[in-house]
């Protein structure tokens, strides 16, 4: 079975033995990865990962500008892809040191390219599962509605509702703390990020107009429920 969610996945190859490059390249696109990018330095290699964003970088730990830990160092600064180093150096400290540098996989030369292959492509399934994971924790379902923290986006049977962001920030605090009463206190530290003094007909003002816009009756709620004297909350029955 192919795995076409990593198809589209970019890769980054650094190293300075250009028949090593080839020879990775050509077979990490026999398997299906064909967006593959090369470095011979370590400077091109930034220059291509900044251009480029791969989601997944091999990378060779000598040579001729920079160690390949200097490289991953940089790499690290701006994103959190998985980096595979290549190294002929197989003594326990030069792995360790790999690893404490941040590396996600250490091979060692001579390798398998198969082997570095099924690896990379192991290291992108996962992290595409961790990518989907986050999103399925980003949405939250309740009655015809679909809230979307992400996306910043609410809709009701697959039509989108328009929130202001203060509306939304409300909506979506108390979406994830469903059926719980969420004092006016705690609403104004979370979502103005204030003392609740003064803030008492705010709340009311937004919480008027949420109700306008998701309840079928906004006098007579079903979903945003007030808990008099408590605060309120978002009523989500079993379904």
Known sequence: MEDISINNKKILLVDDEVEILKLLSTVLKKEGLNHVFTAETGSKALEVFKRELPDLVILDIMLPDMEGYEVCKKMREKAMVPILFLSAKNEELDRILGFAIGADDYITKPFSPKEVAYRAKAHL???????????????????????????????????????????????????NNKNQIISKENICDRVWGEDYIGFDNTIMVHMRRLREKIEENPSKPQYLVTAKGLGYKLVVKDE
């Not at 509605?145 to 996306?151: A, I, Q, T, Y």
């Not at 039509?159 to 202001?164: A, C, G, H, R, V």
């Open 125 to 175: 399934r996962r992290s595409v599962y961790v990518e989907n994971a986050n999103k399925e924790e980003s949405i939250i379902k309740f009655g015809p509605f679909v809230l979307d923290e992400e996306k910043f986006e609410l809709r009701k049977n697959g039509e989108i509702i328009e929130l202001k962001a203060k509306e939304f920030k409300l909506l979506a605090y108390l979406a």
